[in-house]
């Protein structure tokens, strides 16, 4: 038998990016599996299996050492190379993998030839200029086949629509959950009174990285961590996720002062002396890391039960990153524990336990782990499941859809006209429907039902060829901005209060909802009467 014998679900993985090959119509596709899922096995015995010479693809040194290591275990037979700094072994390596930093000096790519296959590890970074050119330096939008691997699809500021093709295969965390190949997982809260997230900008579609980390720190949550890291995890080994590097400094400090042992590990710090760190957590001597967002990707230690969430974010990629690192299984580890901070209230809409997973589940109840919340709600919510599953869907797009408070979703668009989604006749089905000031309300011609994920693509493509994309784009950059003079005019005159450090896009979205449920009012009223 092989080196990591395949799993069945691995080798539906590799199977479905053959056959999507095969097709002879796509050739950039990508793999969406949990961390913990084993990404680089799959594209290992892929590797073996095609036997052309490849290029495997990495943005961080752990991801390439861990890459290169498994290749040659999988594929004995070939030689695996690697390209980053100072090395440089791609002559005669039948499997090369090298650093994106590396691939972007131009003679340094160029030196590598006669690639017959690409493969890029957490693919959700490809959409960035950098693996834009060297994608397309080695043939991407030439027919090349290319393949990428990530535990979410998702990038804040979007684009990787234009460069993954299609995602042709998808697990879910809870699926992984149930075949017992990751553990089960339970959320708590740790509500810091004295933070006020509200008070922090947003940039780029989350929380703004400097003003975050100083609002914990000026809030005391350091100490509140400690103490629930105390009271719910002291027999844990964890990972603390913070926005800063002085964040993650004080948290290891306090939790050492509460007879927690922490170290801390950033970005800057010296390769042997985190590598020191890492080595003394896996053996024991360290309990709790605490870390400024290094430990998101390629850092594998399987015995971490507990994830403190200390980087409140907006973004479910991000927290997927995140909690994931507590959910390989471990000998004698039953669940993984999450430890979500947050202040007492806020207006932000943050990540948690529940955009985990693509199956519809409202927030699990107190000491309630996901499957168990799950398997509740398939029993007894299904109406709010499938709302769930909804607003997952359209919060993952890059295009800004907006819901009424009556619940329908529209796309808004420039002089006043907005698409928007009505129930079909089926379950689970949809109808579009475009509104103007002139003609009210009209169905396209043929008025067909399709599944949301359709509905969604039809309308969207609409959408774009009716306004410019940068107004309909959730990242487009002038929705960071302070709301303009005339939007707080408008919202004056229509009496919607402007919450403290409203964006451009926070105002335009309220403005937008108000206009769109007074049109659809009337538009129902007139049904009615007829």
């Known amino acids: 038998m092989p080196a990591y014998a395949p799993r069945p679900y691995q080798l539906d993985a590799q199977q479905a990016l053959l056959d999507g090959w095969k097709s002879g119509h796509r050739n950039r596709l990508a793999v969406v599996l949990p961390t913990g899922a084993g990404k680089t096995v799959v ?5 073996r299996q095609k036997r052309t010479r ?3 693809i990495a943005h961080r040194e752990e991801l390439i050492t861990q890459a290169a290591d498994k290749i040659r275990e999988v594929a004995p037979d070939l030689t695996v190379g690697i390209v980053k700094a100072e090395r440089d072994e791609h002559q005669g390596a039948d499997v090369i993998v090298a650093s994106i930093q590396t691939l972007a000096v131009k003679r340094r790519r160029e030196a590598i030839t006669d690639i017959g296959m690409v493969i890029v590890d957490e693919c959700h970074h490809a959409a960035a200029r950098t693996y834009m050119t060297v994608l397309e330096h080695f043939g991407a939008w030439r027919g090349l086949p290319v393949a990428g691997f990530t535990a979410t699809m998702v990038r804040q ?15 879910d965390i809870v699926e992984m959950i149930g075949d017992g190949y990751l553990c089960d997982v339970r959320g708590k809260k740790v509500v810091v009174d004295g933070l006020d997230l509200d008070a922090v900008k947003t940039r780029n579609g989350d929380l703004q990285e400097g003003q975050l980390g100083e609002a914990l720190d000026e809030s005391g949550a350091a100490g509140v961590v400690a103490d629930a890291y105390r009271d719910y995890a002291s027999d844990r080994p964890g990972v603390v996720f913070t926005p800063t590097v002085a964040s993650a400094q004080s948290m290891a400090v306090v939790l050492n002062a509460t007879g927690i042992t922490a170290e801390a590990v950033w970005g800057d710090m010296g390769r042997e002396e985190r590598s020191a760190a890492l080595k003394r957590y896996e053996v024991g001597d360290t309990q709790v890391l605490t870390n400024c967002m290094v430990l998101t990707e390629g850092f594998d230690a399987p015995q971490t039960s507990c994830a403190v969430i200390a980087r409140p974010t907006k973004s479910p990629g991000l927290y997927v990153q995140m909690a994931g690192r507590a959910l390989r299984p471990h000998p004698g580890k039953t669940d993984a524990l999450l430890l979500d901070v947050m202040g007492a209230s806020t207006r932000h809409k943050l990540a948690s336990i529940v955009d985990l997973t693509g199956q519809t ?7 309630q782990s996901l499957a168990e919340a799950i398997e509740e709600e398939k029993r007894t919510q299904e109406l709010a499941d499938i709302e769930w599953q909804e607003v997952n869907l359209f919060g993952q797009s890059p295009v800004t859809w907006l819901r ?3 619940g329908t979703w529209f796309v808004d668009l420039k002089d006043q006209a907005f698409l928007y989604l009505i129930r079909g006749e089926e379950p689970g089905t949809y109808r579009v429907r475009m ?10 011609d043929p008025d067909g039902e399709a599944d949301l994920a359709a509905a969604m693509r039809w309308t969207e493509s609409q959408a774009r060829r009716l306004a410019p994309g940068q107004f309909l784009a959730r990242g487009a950059k002038w929705r960071t901005g302070a709301p303009t003079k005339r939007q ?22 309220q403005l937008a909802i ?7 009012d009337v538009t129902t009223k007139k049904e009615v009467a007829a």
């Open 43 to 47: 594209f290992s015995h892929l590797i």
């Open 54 to 56: 490849t290029l495997v």
């Open 157 to 171: 500021d979007g684009g990787l629509a234009d460069v993954w093709q299609d995602v042709v295969y998808v697990r």
């Open 361 to 367: 589940v409202g927030e699990p109840k107190d000491g």
């Open 404 to 406: 009424t408070p009556d």
């Open 435 to 444: 509104w103007t000031p002139a003609g009210g309300s009209r169905a396209p």
């Open 488 to 509: 707080r005019g408008m919202c004056r005159h229509l009496g919607i209060p402007i919450p403290k450090n409203s964006t451009a896009g926070d105002v335009s979205d």
């Open 514 to 520: 108000r206009r769109v449920s007074d049109a659809l």
